[in-house]
């Protein structure tokens, strides 16, 4: 029997650079390799869009059209939608009566975001134990892998936690996820920032426009140490040879890429591109307004499949909304299951049997 995958992304707008690198190549990479359900975490979206929550109709649907355009396919893998599978919310209410509030406080990914939004002691009870539903939500699937960015990695291992607590209480019916954060873990933002983000404002859209790419990327950050064209560069430190690395040919990501292989040039040809950008901006040859052409060059003949193949999809509405109806009805017969599994485990199924 195939391993299963379960993967999510909070719908707060249309996917960028920086869940690509960090998941959504993964997940398209391995999908036919596990059995995969990728889930639109609209409740979790909830937790910064409490107050606007009919932006949500649109973010689920963009959401849903950005995986399908990078070359998920639906045949192989489920894609279902958060709050239509009531399972999540019954078992985040069982896990919340065993998490302390102090070990989600000392998250660190929670700890991050809330000072990102500036929460401080006014954080929300939903927003502080994000952790307890994405627990649910992982554990619900039974899946064993959990492709993540980076940043998500502290949330996996209190997901595990909670697996731990609950089957040394009860019964050992859940399964003990492993977190798959991709060789190229993690985009800095346009600005530089540890973390590309919507709320920050430093990212770029798979769906930005070519243009639109290009301006973003000429006003990227660089190696601060780099002023004139002639200065020696420092590429490590340099956000957007961090970008080159991360799509360059010679990628970890390579593999996973719609239509890299065919846009790129011969690898004959392009193998060692990255050595060169790297050699030519240590030795100060490469200015950095060069390097980012380069840079936009290599972006925009990457996002151009998907580009196309979103506009495709745009124009399906209904086929895309029928492929979120029809995976979250599959998905919830695996939902319903761990239910059960829970509740006898629990012991609190008290009319059967
Ligand atoms: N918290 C994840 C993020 O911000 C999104 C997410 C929700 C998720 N549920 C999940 C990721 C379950 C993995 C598994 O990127």
Partial sequence: MKKRILTGDRPTGKLHLGHYVGSVANRVKLQHKYETFILIADVQAL????????????????????NLACGLDPEAATICVQSMIPEIAELTVYFSMFTSVAS????PTIKAEAKQYGYGENIMYGFLGYPVSQAADITSFRANLVPVGEDQVPVLEQTREIVRKFNSLYEPVLIEPKALVSKVSRLVGTDGAAKMSKSIGNVIELADLPEVLEQKVMKMFTDPGKIYKGDKGHPDKCPVYSYQVAFSTESELDQGMIGRRLESLPDSESGGELKQIRESCLSGKLGCVECKKNL???????????RE?????????????????EGTKKARIETKKTV??????MKIEYFRG
């Fill in 47 to 66: 937790t910064t869009n409490f107050e606007h929550p009919e932006n949500l109709t649109q973010y689920v649907r963009d959401v849903a059209i950005d």
């Fill in 104 to 107: 989600l406080k000392r998250n």
């Fill in 296 to 306: 936009a060059g290599t972006l925009n003949r990457f996002l151009s499949p998907i």
């Fill in 309 to 325: 193949r979103r506009k495709d999809f745009e124009k399906k509405q209904k086929d895309v909304d029928e492929i979120l109806i």
């Fill in 340 to 345: 059960q599994l829970v509740r006898n485990a």
